[in-house]
Every structure is written in C-alpha cells, then in structure tokens.
C-alpha cells in the first residue's frame, strides 16, 4: 500500500504532515508536500482523510483486494465520499457519514 500525492493539485496547507502518524510526509520547498519513502506508508488514509482538495491518492494493492485500484477521498459535508478506480476504469464511489463512522 502507498500514497501518491499530486503535486498539481496540492496547496501546501500541510494537514496531511499534521494527520500522518508515521512522520512520513513533508511540505518541500516548493511548497508542496511529498512522502520520504513510499515503502515506509503505513496505509492509515489518515492523510487523504485530511486533504481538503483531493491531491492524495491511496493504491489499493493486491495484497488487500484493491488489484491495483486507486482511492481518494472528497469532503461533502458531513459525509466522505470514497471515490475508487479501478485497473479497468471502472469508478465506485462508497459514501461514509463521518458523524457516524465510528460509532460501532
């Protein structure tokens, strides 16, 4: 499992750094923040949880039943929005109410 940060889209607030328990992510100096080594990723999502513009991809491996797909995650409100795209192009959205995800 591994993140990978679009740069393009990335706007340096650094709340990925802030949300990251590993320490693994950094603002350069462009401004924009990057993972160190991919290898060490932990695979929480805790930092495409936080991202407010989607700039953060999350690789949904073999070894965890993505086969290769990628995840992101949009803010709506109250809810997140789980967009995942798999190797064929195919596209899932799963919706999470965040006031209500940890209730179990």
Same mark, same amino acid.
């Given at each position: 499992m591994s993140v /990978?940060?679009?740069k393009a889209k990335c706007i340096g607030c650094g709340r990925c750094t802030? /949300?990251?328990p590993g320490n693994l992510l950094?603002?350069?100096?462009?401004?924009?923040a990057y993972i160190?080594?991919?290898?060490?990723?932990?695979g929480c999502?805790?930092?495409?949880?936080?991202?407010?513009?989607? /700039?953060i991809d999350?690789?949904?491996? /073999?070894?965890?039943?993505?086969r290769g797909s990628v995840m992101t995650v949009e803010k709506d409100g109250q809810f +997140?929005?789980? +967009?995942?795209v798999k190797p064929d192009g195919e596209r899932k959205t799963i919706i999470v109410d965040?006031?209500?995800? +940890?209730?179990?």
């Open positions: /990978a940060i679009d802030e /949300a990251c950094w603002i350069g100096e462009d401004k924009k160190k080594d991919v290898r060490d990723c932990w999502t805790s930092c495409i949880k936080e991202c407010p513009v989607s /700039a999350f690789f949904l491996g /073999a070894d965890i039943g993505g +997140n929005n789980w +967009n995942i965040r006031k209500s995800s +940890n209730k179990y």
